[in-house]
Nanobody
Framework: VQLVESGGGSVQGGGSLTLSCAASGDTYYSRNCMGWFRQTPGKEREVVAGINSRGRTTYYADFVKGRFTISQDNAENTVYLQMNSLKPADAGMYYC????????????????WGQGTQVTVSS
């Protein structure tokens, strides 16, 4: 499975961005578990959100609840992360991950990873 993230960029605080993660290769199991993580220099990678489109289950870290929305287009093998009301603390490299089993994509041991897309939020 190959994952390619896009949609990162620079935005002012309070603004919005939508990240995309396109999966290719053996994408059958990507519908079981797709996750978004973020990482800033000197900090560990942390989970932001995840989705199991088969079970119609979503997960959000407390610090993004009410502001971020994860969704998946199975026809396009793409998962999205709509980020609203962005804060400087949301800045970082955002990675998507997938794993054949839910909720493994919510863990750093997830099987497949993309290369990341950078998000910068100015105050």
């Amino acid at each position: 499975v190959q994952l390619v993230e896009s949609g990162g960029g620079s935005v002012q605080g309070g603004g919005s961005l939508t990240l995309s993660c396109a999966a290719s290769g053996d994408t059958y199991y990507s519908r079981n578990c797709m996750g978004w993580f973020r990482q800033t220099p000197g900090k560990e990678r942390e989970v932001v959100a995840g989705i199991n489109s088969r079970g119609r289950t979503t997960y959000y870290a407390d610090f993004v609840k009410g502001r971020f929305t994860i969704s998946q287009d199975n026809a396009e093998n793409t998962v999205y992360l709509q980020m609203n009301s962005l804060k400087p603390a949301d800045a970082g490299m955002y990675y998507c991950a997938t794993d054949p089993r839910w909720p493994n994509c919510l863990r750093t041991e997830s099987l497949y990873w993309g290369q990341g897309t950078q998000v910068t939020v100015s105050s």
